[in-house]
């Protein structure tokens, strides 16, 4: 789909035609409409290859817990956590995770990387957890940018859960 909304047809504009009027004539469009408007006009520049779009080189994160458990802890992922998910082929979901950011901090150490579930309310969204029969693997902590702790995950490890205090790209301001 284009920035306008329409759709061209991707067999009509690729390198195999060999004018830019023929590729005009033959471009189709999904839904019928008033005469062509600004975002058609950008739209027929950006297949001329005249406008281009610049995107971000990065367009998600895709995190990875490994565990002795995976079936364990995928129905932990879906029923407990609530992630919506899609079959990735033969069964193996990949599961949605809200917005992220990302941070780097210092360290005296080799390079490490820590993954975090942000809530907005730690209090109440361990006493949901644990409603749920999820253990707690660190107590809450303050540790000054956010309240802190780690929820125990089925087959083994921890994934690190806290409530930021600081302002978020990810998260409206107030």
């Not at 950006?46 to 079936?71: K, S």
């Not at 309310?121 to 780690?150: C, F, N, Q, Y």
Request: one cysteine or more.
């Amino acid at each position: 789909m284009l920035a306008s909304g329409f759709v061209a047809n991707p067999q009509l504009i690729g390198p195999s035609r060999n004018s830019w009027a023929q590729r005009d004539a033959e471009l189709s469009f999904s839904t019928p409409g008033p005469s062509p408007s600004t975002a058609v006009i950008a739209d027929a520049l950006i297949l001329r290859g005249i406008l281009r779009v610049m995107t971000p080189a990065i367009t998600g994160v895709h995190a990875v817990i490994f565990t002795r458990d995976a079936g364990a802890l995928r129905a932990f992922l879906r029923d407990v956590l609530e992630l919506d998910s899609v079959d990735a082929g033969g069964g193996w979901p990949i599961f949605a995770l809200p917005p992220a950011e990302l941070a780097a901090h210092p360290s005296d150490e080799e390079g490490r990387h820590e993954l975090y579930l942000m809530c907005d309310d730690i209090e109440a969204t361990v006493a949901r957890l644990e409603a749920k029969g999820v253990e707690l693997a660190a107590p809450v902590t303050d540790e000054g940018w956010g309240l802190v702790t780690a929820i125990g995950l089925p087959g083994g490890g921890s994934l690190g859960l806290y409530e930021p205090r600081h302002p978020s790209p990810v998260r409206p301001k107030e």
